[in-house]
């Protein structure tokens, strides 16, 4: 009797004290990513990007969302970078998203977080690359897209029905391919869309998605996926944009000087110094023109226009001169910028559309992400549209 009074005392303080280390591991967590300056609104880390709690409790009033892909990581170590003009108290950018962070993938981040969103405007990016025939990947969407995000867009009410329903049939289309994910997604539609299941159904499906929401932050905290980035000051400087532009344009040329399209010597020589040859007129029967990417556009910028959330849409040039090398139509592009812009505005979106800027020089860092002159110019309109009045 006395062993098993021991035993069961036992059982008890280790009970005790496994959930007394949970609720300080948990704790620990929660730390990390509840933080008063930059270091996570402008981490690169998939965690973040998927994570519904992680971006959430680093938004404030202060903040402008920013979406897209790859040029907002392709640059990230430049002076001109947001997050060294935006680093201040006052003002601040959350970007969100890397390659392939496509307009479904966004369309279901929004619906997520955007009850944290005191301030009602986004940004987003619409990257030309998008729209090839395919659109968004099945591999690259099962890589970027979010569970959680889609779980919680798909539970805001203020989103339609009718919507959702486009939305989730997409998801199930580009994800027809892998068994396991379709079948979640599948799930969702029957609760959420079909009105099918029970209340337990949905308690199954909450803890599915809890467990998923904890592993992302887990994972972010054992990454220390953290940036550094402590504030440079209360309030951001009065910038003198052109005179700033011109200073940072003479360190690039030096850094752009080993070829003839002003790309970045890095870039050159890792991706098409030794193909160069290779890739004249390699793309030659590429084209933008149709893709269903611009029915997702349309998709979220509807989600946009439900929540009742002011959108800015920014179309970058892809390097002109490096596409004519190419064989990309130069026809086809122009249409391609418009068909974008026409899109947004058909929406209510303000667009940015620096297609006519191709053959700028030190606009773009390399063949297709933004560099130094298009993010002076974006980081300029970026600030102009986050403080005015609606």
């Known amino acids: 009797m006395i062993k098993l009074k021991a035993f069961l005392l036992s059982l008890v303080l280790v009970i005790a004290t496994l959930a007394l280390l949970n609720v300080t591991y948990v704790k620990k967590i929660d730390d990390y990513y509840k933080v008063k300056d930059n270091s996570i609104r402008y981490s690169t880390s998939y965690e973040k990007y998927k994570s519904r709690d992680i971006l959430t409790s680093n938004i404030t009033p202060n903040t402008l969302v920013l979406l897209g892909s790859s040029e907002l990581v392709a640059t990230i170590n430049e002076d001109y970078h947001p997050n060294k003009i935006f680093n201040y108290n006052d003002f601040y950018i959350m970007q969100i998203g890397t390659s392939y962070s496509q307009n479904i993938i966004q369309a279901t981040t929004l619906g997520s977080i955007e009850g944290s969103m005191s301030k009602r405007k986004v940004a987003i990016v619409e990257s030309v690359q998008w729209f090839e025939k395919d659109g968004t990947h099945q591999d690259a969407f099962l890589n970027k897209a979010s569970q959680e ?68 932050k887990q994972t972010f905290y054992q990454k220390h996926a953290k940036s550094d980035y402590p504030s440079l000051g209360d309030k951001t400087p009065d910038y003198d ?116 800027r191709e053959y700028d020089d030190y606009f773009l860092f390399d063949v297709m992400h933004v560099g130094v002159k298009g993010w002076m110019e974006v980081e300029k309109e970026l600030y102009k549209f986050a403080n005015q009045a609606n």
């Open 149 to 216: 995000h889609i779980f919680h867009m798909l539970d805001n009410d203020k989103i339609s029905k009718e919507t959702k329903e486009k939305i989730i049939n997409r998801i199930i289309q580009i994800t027809k391919g892998n068994k396991q994910q379709n079948d979640i997604y599948r799930k969702y539609k029957s609760y959420f869309i079909d009105g099918k299941g029970t209340i337990v159904d949905k308690k199954l499906l909450e803890l599915d998605k809890a467990i998923y929401s904890f592993k992302l």
């Open 241 to 356: 944009w052109e005179k700033m532009t011109n200073q940072f344009v003479e360190e690039v040329k030096k850094k752009t000087d080993n070829n003839d399209y002003a790309v970045d010597n890095n870039y050159y020589n890792t991706y098409l110094k030794d193909r160069y040859a290779s890739l004249k007129d390699s793309n030659k029967d590429l084209s933008y023109l149709e893709s269903p990417e611009y029915s997702d556009m349309e998709l979220f910028l509807t989600v946009a226009k439900e929540l009742g959330i002011e959108v800015e849409v920014i179309i970058f040039p892809v390097n002109g001169k490096w596409n004519d090398y190419t064989g990309v139509s130069r026809e086809m592009r122009e249409k391609t910028y418009k068909k974008i812009e026409d899109v947004a505005k058909s929406h209510g979106a303000t667009v940015l559309n620096y297609g006519n």
